[in-house]
């Protein structure tokens, strides 16, 4: 595909990630290479303007207006790519005189806070028309510091850090730092087809760079930099060309901009409206909500956060009593609640439990929000029929092999899943109690982690291989009476749940946070019968596998966009033979 036909047809491919940005650079690509433009055999060949300017540097030297920097012939095997029979590979230090900056000492205030524009690498952010400086400074900092007087029209690119490679056109005279080195084109070299040349080789100086906390491309390496040089002619209308696909560009990146701002905002209306509260919505207009988002899922998550949002209003809607229907024949969760109690009754009178906290009831008024018919709010601890917590042996610094034992991280406990790879081998020799042991069906709970993940729960679906609880995890024993798969969506996902962890959390470390046995206990549960619980659970499970195939579609989508994009700019950067 030619270079001509793969700008014709870019907003077929326009959605592939990074495609924007993609384009500006393919365009600077091809102008480089002489492929945005067609050659005009009458130009004036590269090579003549070379001679040209050979003889405006040697005058310029004998005026003794710059100094004599000898700049070494371009070998072909140094040229990077083929340029047309009318251009000339040459070097960046034979197109311009160049000089970096400096900064005057910092302890002598008559440097600073003068009328001259002093400039950093911070400063340029590929401007066109650069003027102004954050700081100044003075005439006398001229007279008795090292610095490059860089005039209108000259070119900057930034040499330190993360700003490497950015450039920019001054607009008036200005000096620079030592992170900055500054070129005065020679006649017959245009400053924006040198700024755009710079542009194109961004990631080249950054893989240039040398350094470690702050790696720097030096001046001599980009003096030494091959450079393509145009007939003059052929300069401006490469420039004229670049800058109007460039404005192409705006619009383009102004387009898809405000395409996924209105697609945002429907996405965000939609499920706001699905997260209204039951009394503030009637039930006929919730379910066109509902079905209208659920149909239109492929169109309207576009992106992962998309994907994301959809995820947390399904499990909003969840534990509000709002994802399934409420069957009038089931048990009450109020009849649930009474048979849990008598169960823990008959433990605590047979000695069989460990003594639980006292939990104050939840009044309507106190409750987070409203509930359906046959729910009731209780305090998780009345839905715990017992709890124990792990051990603290000494380990490894690896995780168990073999036929070792291994105690659990907290990071065992992630969300929804057990990462039984999550542990450390015990060190030889030690004896796990019998009661540390981890088994199917336990109900883990971390009660220690950062402060957006602690009191995380999780059910172990399968039978680990000889692994113990640590002293940071807690298993709670959960009656069969209820499901506790639905009781990890709302410890885990209810925002009111993560929040009241948030504030409950204790300890100094800004990273590590705490929540006793007594918080966890204490979190509200919004508890509906039985069977609406299995129900809910069902439903979630179906449709967070929608979402699993929905991020895997997007992902596959955004990689086959991203790939044919790629084929088509390299095709169309590969000279024809």
């Known amino acids: 595909m030619s270079p001509a036909r793969v700008l014709e047809h870019f907003e077929r491919i326009s959605d592939a990630p990074d495609a924007v940005p993609r384009l500006r650079r393919f365009i600077l690509d091809l102008a480089v290479r002489g492929r945005l433009v067609e050659q005009d055999p009458s130009d004036e060949p590269a090579s003549q303007l070379l001679r040209l300017i050979e003889a405006e540097k040697a005058s310029l030297v004998k005026a003794g207006e710059i100094k004599k920097q000898e700049v070494i012939p371009l070998g072909e095997d140094e040229q990077p790519f083929v340029i047309p029979a009318s251009w000339a590979w040459t070097r960046l230090g034979a197109v311009g005189d160049w000089g970096s900056g400096s900064t005057p000492p910092r302890g002598s205030h008559e440097f600073y806070g003068g009328g001259i524009t002093w400039l950093k690498s911070g400063e340029l952010n590929d401007n066109k028309e650069l003027r102004g400086s954050e700081e100044t400074v003075t005439e006398a900092a001229v007279t008795k510091c090292s610095f490059r007087r860089n005039q209108a029209g000259d070119v900057l690119i930034a040499m330190y850090g993360a700003t490497i490679g950015k450039v920019a056109i ?318 990890c969506i709302v410890n885990n996902h209810a925002d009111y749940a993560r929040s009241y962890y948030a504030e409950e959390a204790s300890g100094t470390s800004l990273s590590m946070k705490n929540v006793s046995r007594a918080v966890i206990y204490a979190l509200p549960i919004p508890l509906p019968p039985l069977a609406e619980q299995h129900r809910i659970v069902a439903k979630v499970d179906e449709l967070m596998a929608l979402c699993d195939r929905l991020e895997a579609q997007l992902t596959t989508t955004q990689t086959e966009t991203r790939h044919l994009l790629e084929a088509v700019l390299h095709q169309a950067l590969t000279p024809v033979a």
């Not at 959809?310 to 009593?321: C, D, E, F």
């Open 170 to 487: 001054l607009a008036e005279p200005a000096l620079t730092n030592q992170a900055v080195c500054g070129c005065t084109p020679f006649s017959g070299v245009l400053n924006h087809y040198l700024l755009n040349f710079l542009l194109s080789q961004r990631s080249h100086f950054h893989s240039a760079s040398e350094g470690g906390a702050q790696p720097n491309i030096s001046k001599v390496k980009i003096v030494e930099s091959p450079f393509p040089l145009p007939p003059l002619a052929e300069q401006h209308r490469i420039v004229a060309k670049v800058d109007e696909l460039m404005a192409l560009c705006d619009r383009l990146e102004a387009a898809q901009a405000e395409r996924e701002t209105r697609r945002d905002r429907l996405v965000a209306a939609s499920l706001n409206r699905m997260n209204q509260p039951a009394d503030t919505a009637d039930s006929q207009s919730f379910r066109d909500d509902a079905r209208f988002h659920l149909t239109h899922l492929p169109r309207l998550t576009t992106r992962p956060e998309h994907i994301h949002q959809l995820r947390q209003t399904i499990l909003n809607l969840a534990v509000r009593g709002r994802l399934v229907s409420q069957d009038p024949n089931d048990e009450p969760a109020a009849g649930l609640l009474s048979r849990i109690r008598a169960e823990k009754a008959k433990r605590a009178a047979e000695g069989r439990v460990t003594a639980q906290p006292s939990l104050p009831a939840i009044a309507d008024e106190g409750a987070p929000f409203g509930t359906p018919h046959g729910w009731t709010w209780v305090r998780f601890g009345e839905l715990i029929t017992d709890a124990d917590a792990g051990w603290s042996p000494k380990s490894e610094g690896f995780p168990r092999s073999g036929n070792h034992w291994g105690v659990l991280k907290v990071s065992a406990v992630s969300w929804n899943r057990f990462l039984s790879s999550e542990n450390k081998q015990l060190v030889a020799g030690t004896a796990p109690p019998q009661r540390a042991q981890v088994h199917e069906g336990d109900f883990l709970i971390s009660r220690a982690n950062t402060s957006e993940l602690v009191a995380k729960c999780v059910v172990v679906e399968e039978e680990p291989e000889r692994l113990i609880l640590s002293d940071k995890l807690v298993r709670l024993q959960i009656p069969a009476t209820c499901s506790k798969k639905f009781l």
